[in-house]
């Protein structure tokens, strides 16, 4: 596996999302869109809702819903034969893959940073330092990496882009409603605790709290998403292997 080979591969993903209008409205204006939205209509303190309270969800919101533009990204390259061609050139499975992820992980912690931008610019307040900031995109970064697996096992099963969006927010859906913007209630939260992104709330709104990054809460919290999302990501690599390059 060559370095310089994937950074190409690499630098290639990214001209190419930018290139497609559609692709970069997901990536540059879904996150714009999706904070302000929340932000001035549903933080109503008079609504019992706290903007400040929203904001962690709204950082892995705006990361699960790349499974879909993944999804599509494959089950496109897999309709236009790239896949194929793919085992023509010196390019390994290793190095594909690698870029794919690489890349995307990129673009969920862009997406995260416009979210993040527009939350400071609307009054969003937190008490965390620069590390716990990092450690912050850091968690988001695992999320991605699991939404990355998610999104291969979506092309998986998909037999073209659009079947592709559809399933995807088979993944979506749940970690929206029971681990994002949405509180957890005691009935919901024996769901929510099987879900990357509710873990990934919970570690964001420890470390905008201020608390102590070596917690046991943010600890577990890191330590199950973490493990969770390379499982997720190996589970994703080997069924689009088996299944999805066909």
């Keep these: ?44 303190p008079s609504l019992g809702m706290s903007f400040d309270f929203m904001v962690p969800g709204l950082f ?5 819903f790349i499974i879909m533009t993944i999804a599509q990204s494959f089950t496109d390259n897999r309709a236009a034969g790239l896949l194929k061609r793919m085992n023509t050139t010196p390019m390994t499975s290793g190095e594909f893959m690698g870029s794919h992820i690489i890349s995307n992980m990129i673009i969920a912690i862009f997406q995260v940073l416009i979210v993040f931008i527009l939350s400071i610019l609307m009054g969003f307040s937190h008490n965390a330092d620069a590390v716990g900031i990092l450690l912050a995109f850091l968690v988001i970064a695992l999320l991605s990496l699991s939404s990355v697996g998610l999104g291969l096992i979506t092309a998986s099963i998909s037999k073209n ?11 979506i ?19 929510a605790m099987f879900l990357p992104s509710y873990y990934v709330t919970d570690a964001l709104k420890s470390i905008f709290n201020g608390d102590s990054l070596l917690s046991a809460n943010i600890l577990i919290d890191f330590a199950f998403i973490s493990i ?10 080997q069924l689009f292997k088996k299944f999805g390059n066909k």
Excluded at 173 to 191: A, D, E, K, Y
């Design 173 to 191: 859906l749940p970690q929206m409603f029971f681990g994002t913007f949405i509180p957890v209630t005691n009935s919901t939260r024996l769901i």
């Design 161 to 171: 882009s659009g079947t592709a969006t559809g399933l995807s927010f088979i993944f």
């Design 1 to 44: 596996m060559e370095a310089q080979r994937i950074i190409a591969l690499i630098k290639m993903e990214l001209k190419k999302l930018i290139r497609e209008p559609a692709y970069l409205f997901l990536m540059l204006l879904f996150p714009a869109v999706l904070t302000l939205t929340f932000g001035l209509a549903f933080s109503d």
């Design 60 to 64: 892995a919101y705006a990361c699960i």
């Design 228 to 237: 969770v999302s390379i499982i997720i990501v190996i589970i994703g690599i």
